[in-house]
């Protein structure tokens, strides 16, 4: 029996279907193909107006946008590919197999396929790779009003018109950049240069990581930063081309959080075995990790005998410096990709955390001492004789592992992005494996100080 999606789409009729969102938003429409199989959603596609199919081909909401364009025909593939922006190309043919990606790169025209070969040419998540060749440039010799009329006429092929890159009409090297506001304030016989702020372009190169890109644009406040070569401007990054990066990035780091590798595909998109590769090696590490705890429980194994009371506290332990350490590692993740700090500054977060940790395992150490106090005095368990002993011993451990927790959590960031790795992949879990076997040590020793001569 097929289910209600199926049946859904065994009645649908993509011509009308495509006459009902003509007057939808793109994104709207995006969303809508998004819930159909990839056969139905590029049927609609190729009963909407060209222009619309191709926005909508544009909006990064869409899921599966080269698995439609892989399902269209050649000749409709190409046309729809050639009015896309370049960008969003590039992002078409990272995901196209082989032999469709080699086909319809054939069948695209001269200056859309050397603006493509450009992108893909540039490693992943570095300006290159996800900048537009579609942006507006002039020599520095013309005035206001002819740089208009230029715009009026290429408008329509540019992605986006934010800034106008104005060059050195010899070398066609960058001079300086215009905001459209300005120029449109500007006399039309003014020279362009005229309506220029008097302070250097803010460029960067095809090569700059994504993430520096987005903190240039929002320290600058700019719609849109120029990609330069040897002084070329070669591409642009706009805004928009940012936040989708910030979004995908921070969905990273996010699943890296989780202990598990990033998704490179939708959720419900990913294939099981893929699913399982992702999140398998990283569960394996922390469960091989956790096994030191074992190990540390092994070596504690005649103290337990003897102070069995020492048993319930240890998920206390253990927790309370895992949840500290992972406090400070997202912390510090997010204060290093930020630039709020630099990795020379390593030693000034260990002085600032090292006092904070003091601190917030005292407030914890208090609460577990009251706790223990509460439960003697009113009789909901019995701790012994040396019940005040077992209540010090846990406080004074709760302080020594909260505070180890804050500095191993603030430190890891720093040592992983030191040795080349990404600081998010010092994940919360991992973290918490760190500190759960050293926090078994940092217990056991202290009750080993305080109880020795009584329980020990």
Not at 130 to 149: C, H, N, R, Y
Not at 400 to 422: C, H, K, N, R
Request: negative net charge.
């Amino acid at each position: 029996m097929q289910d209600d999606t199926t049946t859904l789409e065994a009645v649908l009729d993509p011509k009308a279907v495509a006459t009902g969102l003509a007057d939808q938003h793109v994104a709207d429409i995006a969303e809508i193909l998004n819930e159909q199989s990839t056969e139905v959603a590029a049927d609609i596609l190729l009963h909407l107006p060209m222009d619309q199919a191709v926005e909508v081909l544009d909006q990064p909401g869409l899921e599966a946008s080269a698995e439609l364009i892989a399902a269209l025909p050649d000749d409709q593939a190409a046309s729809f590919l050639s009015g896309m922006s370049a960008d969003r190309v590039a992002d078409v043919f990272r995901e196209l197999e082989e032999p469709r990606r080699s086909a319809l790169l054939e069948r695209l025209d001269h200056e859309t396929r050397v603006s493509l070969q450009r992108l893909l040419a540039y490693p992943p998540d570095t300006a290159g790779s996800i900048m537009t060749t579609e942006f507006v440039s002039v020599p520095a010799t013309w005035k206001v009003g002819q740089t208009l009329d230029h715009i009026r006429r290429v408008e329509r092929s540019r992605e986006t018109v934010y800034a106008v890159y104005v060059l050195d009409p010899r070398t066609k090297k960058l001079v300086q950049t215009v905001s459209l506001r300005r120029l449109i304030s500007g006399e039309p016989e003014a020279p362009i240069l005229s309506v220029v702020r008097p302070r250097r372009p803010v460029t960067v190169s095809p090569l700059t990581d994504r993430e520096e890109v987005a903190r240039l644009i929002s320290k600058y406040d700019l719609l849109a930063v120029p990609v330069v070569e040897r002084g070329h401007v070669i591409g642009i990054v706009t805004v928009d081309d940012v936040i989708d990066a910030i979004v995908q990035e921070s969905t990273e780091d996010v699943q890296k959080f989780g202990g598990m590798e990033a998704l490179t595909e939708p959720y419900m998109q990913i294939g099981f075995f893929e699913m399982i590769r992702k999140r398998a090696g990283w569960l394996c590490a922390l469960f091989l990790s956790e096994m030191l705890t074992a190990s540390a429980m092994q070596h504690f194994e005649g103290e337990l005998e003897r102070a069995i009371v020492l048993t319930l506290f240890i998920p206390l332990i253990m927790s309370s410096g895992g949840n500290s350490g992972s406090q400070a590692t997202s912390l510090l993740i997010r204060a290093l990709a930020l630039r709020q700090v630099r990795l020379r500054e390593w030693w000034r977060v260990g002085l600032r955390e090292l006092p904070t940790g003091i601190v917030l395992g005292a407030i914890l150490g208090t609460i577990g001492m009251i706790r223990i106090g509460i439960w003697q005095w009113f009789g909901f368990y019995d701790y012994g004789e040396h019940w005040i002993l077992i209540s010090f011993t846990v406080g004074a451990a709760l302080v020594g592992v909260v505070t180890f927790g804050s500095l191993a959590g603030a430190m890891l960031p720093f040592l992983l992005q030191g040795i080349g790795f990404d600081p998010a992949s010092a994940s919360a879990p991992f973290v918490a494996t760190l500190v759960d076997v050293t926090g078994l040590v940092i217990y056991f020793s202290v009750a080993f100080a305080i109880l020795s001569g009584t329980l020990l």
